[in-house]
């Protein structure tokens, strides 16, 4: 479970690194923009995403390899919708038919849309949070969400409930392993069996699992009240957010990049035929 | 039942770069039955990662060395880990978080209802009232309670029972003491060597007590960044004072007695238990006594 890839940190000093949060939040924002306006059959656009994203990884000194691995997350369903398109597209031309199976030239063209669309969000999104660490997301998303307090939405407070989530998911597998193994000491069993068996198997994880998250629950807000917490707006920050030439220069990018992508839209047949 | 582990190694998340750790290095070492073996060793040594391949909680990989305990081979892919578990019990540090039934009694009946689904309702009471006396409850008084209503001690109680009940061999018990208070840990250490003396054959315990390993163990293996640094009688292992504290260890106050007082010239020579330590630390000062009066 350690080993999930999509939306890890990973720590080093780089230019991506050093950018501010919400920055980087609004423009994964527009990147992502950028990636549906993309319109079929311009596949330069997503040549221009691709090398948007290579190069943005390059600043973030994370390996590429990594990127591309956080891919491996979302696998099944990138596969589970080209496979839909493929068979079960039957617009275009049919290429080549078994029983109900009909495969046209429009669905793998889908299809491969479709996978191209989707492997470059999460190339983008991974990107955003391998240089971000989650508590400058949800300080990010805290301070993006400021607007909705005119309308008397608790801001900050959902932002706190966000980050003390974000903060006690590997808590929370280490003492799901733990209880696991305990069990298995036991001679508990949960790998065998049919589904009802196995969902049955798992009472004894569930259960002390959930009254050491409510003793954690309890103990965080004795230890905050200890500590005079309160969810005013008047708290100031350890970390100020600022904008810098970084953020400047990231945005100069992706505005060049939607411009481009919008560019390649209206302008292919131009290119085709020159 | 004997645990012999040869030239074993753990990595764990082996497959990353970034994210491996080399937990344990070429561990060998051999239990043999009916010791009290303590292992030491300061935090990240590799002391719980050694102990959790006893039962097999954490497999043996390939070319990573062999463990055999009495006649099953852990490194065998047919090994039967089932029957290894009810033989090997485990208790995990604060034992307490492992509770789940709704009854004291049916919590610790898990055990043998994984084990040993074929036995009666009668002889699965039978077994759950013996671990809950050994542990020394009322059974009476605490069988249809509910767990979660015991106090902190009571409940690390009934969870240990719930790994004795199915009485194993070998007791594996991993910073079991952490968290009681001193008579807490006393009533504890008194309920181990009890076990020991009745029913559990070997007990292997990591502990970061001192005092406690030297009044109690057989033997200590000391682990340090994966390796196994030394192995011996606590005698043997606390008398290389300089070398402990350069790996961060505390010594036992008996061997830290028993070299102050050499320093001042006066040799105490025992098995450094507390009952070993004043018995030498009597003799050697009436001695001493005497030899002065002598002098005069
Ligand atoms: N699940 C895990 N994933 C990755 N690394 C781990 C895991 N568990 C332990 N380690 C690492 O393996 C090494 C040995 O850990 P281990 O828990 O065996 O030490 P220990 O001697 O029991 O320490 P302590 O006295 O703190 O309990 C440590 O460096 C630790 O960071
Ligand atoms: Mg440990």
């Known amino acids: 479970m350690r080993d999930i890839a999509f939306g890890q940190y990973y720590p080093a000093k780089s230019f991506v690194h050093n950018m501010d949060p919400r920055v980087k939040i609004l423009l994964s924002i527009a990147y992502i923009v950028a990636v549906f306006l993309v319109a079929p059959f311009h596949y330069l656009g997503f040549a221009a995403c691709l090398l948007f994203v290579i190069i943005a990884t390059l600043f973030s000194k994370v390996p590429f390899l990594r990127i591309l691995k956080s891919i491996k997350a979302v696998l099944f369903f990138v596969i589970l919708s080209a496979v839909l398109q493929i068979f079960f597209n039957t617009n275009g031309n049919l290429l080549w038919s078994w029983g109900i199976i009909k495969i046209t030239d429009e669905g793998l063209f889908n299809a491969g849309f479709i996978v191209a669309r989707i492997t470059l969000i999460v190339m983008g999104a991974s990107l955003l949070t391998f240089t971000t660490t989650p508590v400058e997301l949800a300080d990010g998303i805290e301070s993006l969400m400021y607007p909705l307090k005119f309308i008397k939405f608790p801001v900050h407070d959902f932002a706190l409930v966000m980050s003390i989530a974000l903060r006690f998911i590997p808590t929370l597998i280490e003492e799901t392993d733990r209880i696991i193994k305990a069990q298995k000491a036991r001679g508990a069993d949960f790998e065998s069996g049919n589904i009802f068996r196995r969902a049955k198997a798992l009472i004894p994880v569930l259960i002390p699992l959930l009254i050491s998250s409510l003793r954690r629950a309890d103990e965080l807000a004795d230890a905050m009240d200890a500590r005079c917490y309160s969810g005013s707006d008047k708290r100031t920050r350890y970390k100020k957010m600022k904008i810098t030439y970084r953020d400047v220069l990231g945005f100069l990018v992706v505005a060049g990049l939607i411009t481009g992508v919008v560019f390649l839209n209206k302008f292919y047949i131009l290119i085709t035929v020159l | ?296």
């Open chain 2, 1 to 296: 039942m004997r645990i012999v582990t040869e030239n074993l190694s753990y990595v764990y998340s082996e497959k990353s770069k970034e994210l491996a750790v080399q937990a344990l290095n070429n561990i060998s070492l051999t239990i043999e039955e009916g010791e009290f073996f303590g292992i030491i060793g300061q935090t990240g040594s590799g002391k719980s990662t050694f102990v959790q391949h006893l039962n097999g909680l954490i497999k043996v990989g390939k070319d990573k060395g062999s463990i055999v305990i009495g006649d099953f081979n852990l490194t065998d892919k047919k090994c039967d880990f089932k029957s290894l578990r009810a033989k090997v019990g485990m208790v995990f540090q604060y034992p307490e978080y492992q509770l789940f039934a709704e009854t004291v009694k049916d919590d610790v009946a898990f055990g043998i209802k994984n084990f040993f689904p074929a036995l009666s309702e009668k002889e699965t009471e039978e077994m759950v009232k013996t671990a809950i006396t050994l542990v020394g409850l009322d059974y009476e008084i605490v069988k249809d309670k509910s767990p979660f209503d015991l106090s902190g001690g009571q409940k690390r109680r009934v969870a240990i029972a719930g790994v004795i009940v199915t009485r194993p061999e070998i007791l594996v018990l991993d910073e079991p003491v952490a968290g009681l208070d001193p008579q807490g840990k006393r009533e504890f250490t008194e309920l181990l060597k009890n076990l020991h003396k009745t029913t559990v054959k070997t007990i292997v315990i990591v502990s970061h007590d001192m005092n406690f390993v030297s009044e109690n163990c057989t033997r200590v293996a000391v682990f340090s960044h994966g390796e196994l640094y030394a192995e011996g009688s606590p005698k043997e292992i606390f008398s290389d004072f300089t070398r402990l504290k350069e790996l961060g260890l505390d010594l036992p106050v008996t061997a830290y007695l028993t070299e102050k007082l050499s320093e001042t010239g006066i040799k105490v020579e025992s098995d450094i238990t507390t009952d070993g330590f004043s018995d030498a630390f009597a003799a050697a000062y009436i001695e001493n006594k005497e030899k002065r009066r002598r002098e005069e």
